[in-house]
């Protein structure tokens, strides 16, 4: 573990796992509807990677590209970098690393809806509930965090530590 972790709140194989159980429930209510399954950015990268594996069911793959955060504090205003996938009679799945205010999740739905999207739901790796700030809840959840900043698996603290393989919580000393 490095130095900088307080804690470890997954390890890798309990990752494993929870992917396996998500993919496992995506499959099941989406079979035979060929969703369009939409990773944010660059958070999403090693939990997509995974996910993709254990859905076993047409889907199509769509990145975006998104951001909200500096340093440690969500700055409430959320930014689209590139062009936004094509969603007009589709079921979309959002997927992200971990929701914590619900801004940038509850936007980016919107978006989706907006242009026209059959359905709209979001998986969700973690959920930070105690920093929710909109009323948004995810169809499919890992696990759950306390109201700490935690790195590791795609989460990322000024883009270090998304190598981690597990997710950990970020010493304070680090960003204070
Ligand atoms: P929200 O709009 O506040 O729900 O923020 C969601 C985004 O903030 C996520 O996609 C992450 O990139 C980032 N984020 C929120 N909490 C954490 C954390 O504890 N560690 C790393 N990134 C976080
Ligand atoms: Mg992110």
Same mark, same amino acid.
């Given at each position: 573990?490095?130095?900088?972790?307080?804690?470890?709140?997954? $390890?890798?194989? *309990?990752?494993?796992?929870?992917?396996?159980?998500?993919?496992?429930?995506? +499959?099941?209510?989406?079979?035979? =509807?060929?969703?369009?399954?939409?990773?944010?950015?660059? !958070?999403?990268?090693?939990?997509? $990677?995974?996910?993709? =594996?254990?859905?076993?069911? *047409?889907?199509?793959?769509?990145?975006?590209?998104?951001?909200?955060?500096? !340093? +440690?504090?969500?700055?409430?205003?959320?930014?689209?970098?590139?062009?936004?996938?094509?969603? =007009?009679?589709? #079921?979309?799945?959002?997927?992200?690393?971990?929701?914590? +205010?619900?801004?940038?999740?509850?936007?980016?739905?919107?978006?989706?809806?907006?242009?026209?999207?059959? $359905?709209?739901?979001?998986?969700?790796?973690?959920? =930070?509930?105690? !920093?929710?700030?909109?009323?948004?809840?995810?169809?499919?959840?890992?696990?759950?965090?306390?109201?700490?900043?935690?790195?590791?698996?795609?989460?990322?603290?000024?883009? #270090?530590?998304?190598?981690?393989?597990?997710?950990?919580?970020?010493?304070? *000393?680090?960003?204070?």
């Amino acid at each position: 573990m490095l130095d900088c972790i307080e804690s470890i709140c997954f $390890s890798e194989e *309990e990752i494993a796992d929870i992917v396996k159980k998500l993919g496992k429930e995506i +499959t099941k209510d989406y079979d035979g =509807k060929d969703p369009l399954v939409i990773g944010l950015l660059k !958070g999403c990268i090693p939990f997509m $990677s995974d996910l993709f =594996k254990n859905i076993d069911t *047409e889907i199509t793959l769509g990145y975006m590209k998104v951001s909200s955060y500096k !340093g +440690t504090e969500s700055t409430g205003t959320i930014k689209i970098d590139g062009s936004i996938p094509d969603a =007009k009679g589709r #079921h979309v799945i959002i997927v992200d690393d971990i929701l914590d +205010t619900g801004r940038t999740l509850n936007a980016i739905k919107n978006v989706f809806m907006d242009n026209g999207a059959l $359905s709209v739901e979001v998986c969700v790796l973690l959920d =930070k509930p105690e !920093g929710r700030k909109v009323n948004i809840v995810p169809k499919y959840c890992g696990g759950k965090v306390p109201n700490a900043f935690v790195v590791g698996y795609g989460l990322d603290y000024e883009e #270090h530590y998304r190598n981690l393989p597990y997710i950990g919580i970020l010493k304070k *000393e680090i960003y204070s």
